[in-house]
C-alpha cells in the first residue's frame, strides 16, 4: 500500500518556475514507477513525466514539457519532484502523483495503482 500527497502548486506567469512535491508513504515506495499526470479543465488526464525507482533510472517525458520539466526522486526521502520551468499558459492544470507496480504502461491511466490528490498549477500569460 502506497499513499501519495502532492503539494507545490500555485499561480505563477508565463516563464516562471514551479517545483511539486509527492510525499510518499509505504515500506515498498521503492519498487514503484513513480510518474506525474496533470488534467487541464475538459481534457483527459496526460502523463507528463516518469521515472523507475534504482538509482540512474531512465526519465521519460512528453513532447510537450520535454527540456522544460525534471522529474527526479529521492528514495531515501520517499519524495517525487517535478521542477518545472519555462512554464506557458497551457500548462495549467491539476497535477497529480502517481505510482505504478511492475506492468503496464507508463503513460497509461488506469495502469496506475495509487494516486496523489492533484494540486493546480496555475499559469497566466
Known amino acids: 500500500q502506497v499513499q501519495l500527497v502532492d503539494s507545490g502548486g500555485g499561480l505563477v506567469h508565463t516563464g516562471d518556475s514551479l517545483k511539486l512535491s509527492c510525499a510518499a508513504s509505504?515500506?515498498?515506495?521503492?519498487?514503484?514507477?513513480m510518474a506525474w499526470f496533470r488534467q487541464a479543465p475538459g481534457k483527459e488526464r496526460e502523463f507528463v513525466a516518469g521515472?523507475?525507482?534504482?538509482?540512474?533510472?531512465?526519465?521519460y517525458y512528453a513532447d510537450s514539457v520535454k527540456g522544460r520539466f525534471t522529474i527526479s526522486r529521492d528514495n531515501s526521502k520517499n519524495m517525487v519532484y517535478l521542477q518545472m520551468n519555462s512554464l506557458r499558459p497551457e500548462d495549467t492544470a491539476v497535477y497529480y502523483c502517481?505510482?505504478?507496480?511492475?506492468?503496464?504502461?507508463?503513460?497509461?491511466?488506469?495502469?496506475?495503482?495509487?494516486w496523489g490528490q492533484g494540486t493546480q498549477v496555475t499559469v497566466s500569460s
Open positions: 502517481a505510482a505504478k507496480g511492475g506492468t503496464g504502461s507508463r503513460d497509461r491511466v488506469r495502469d496506475y495503482n495509487y
Open positions: 509505504g515500506r515498498t515506495f521503492n519498487s514503484y514507477f
Open positions: 521515472k523507475n525507482w534504482w538509482s540512474g533510472a531512465s526519465t
